[in-house]
């Protein structure tokens, strides 16, 4: 029992590092934040069809990232997320994946993002390796934040 408080704990002191290190103030203190929003593997694969506005951003560590990662998904450290990696329309839809359902480094990444502003913020909480397994196409190399 005493695990998923450990967890929960852990997830907001990595929301909070950011901030204590100067990495930009979130505007609206993380205890008041919503839950990102979680979308389908199809709805994913629907959104990068469309590709306008869309911004993707993979959580795994560097080696899986440059291993296989989405189609145009920029590597992203989910711990140090930085209101200049992100795309400055707050407006524009942000999506934040990791390894699968049972990793968590993409809700931390998606409520960095939640905090600065950003109003369209969604999760794949199937991750890579759901994306893999549906058969989607992978980009393969590395690829940093602009």
Same mark, same amino acid.
């Given at each position: 029992?005493a ?30 934040l ?10 994913? &694969? *629907? $959104?990068?069809? +469309?590709? =306008?506005? %869309? ?11 440059? #291993? /296989? ?42 409520? &960095? *993002? $939640?905090?600065? +502003?950003? =109003?369209? %913020? ?11 397994? #549906? /058969?989607?196409?992978v ?7 602009s």
């Amino acid at each position: 029992m005493a695990r998923p408080v450990l967890k929960r704990l852990a997830s907001l002191v990595l929301v909070l590092l950011p901030a204590l290190a100067g990495a930009g103030e979130p505007s609206v203190p993380p205890t008041k934040l919503p839950e990102p929003k979680k979308l389908s593997i199809q709805k994913v &694969s *629907a $959104l990068l069809d +469309g590709r =306008r506005g %869309v911004h993707v951003f993979d959580n795994n560590g560097p080696e899986r990232y440059a #291993a /296989g990662h989405l189609p145009g998904a920029i590597w992203l450290r989910y711990d140090s997320v930085e209101i200049g990696n992100l795309p400055p329309d707050k407006e524009a839809t942000l999506v934040f994946y990791c390894a699968n359902e049972r990793c968590s480094a993409c809700h931390v990444a998606a409520r &960095s *993002a $939640l905090g600065f +502003g950003y =109003r369209n %913020v969604f999760i794949m909480p199937a991750g890579i390796m759901g994306w893999e397994k #549906a /058969g989607k196409p992978v980009e393969k190399g590395r690829r940093s934040p602009s």
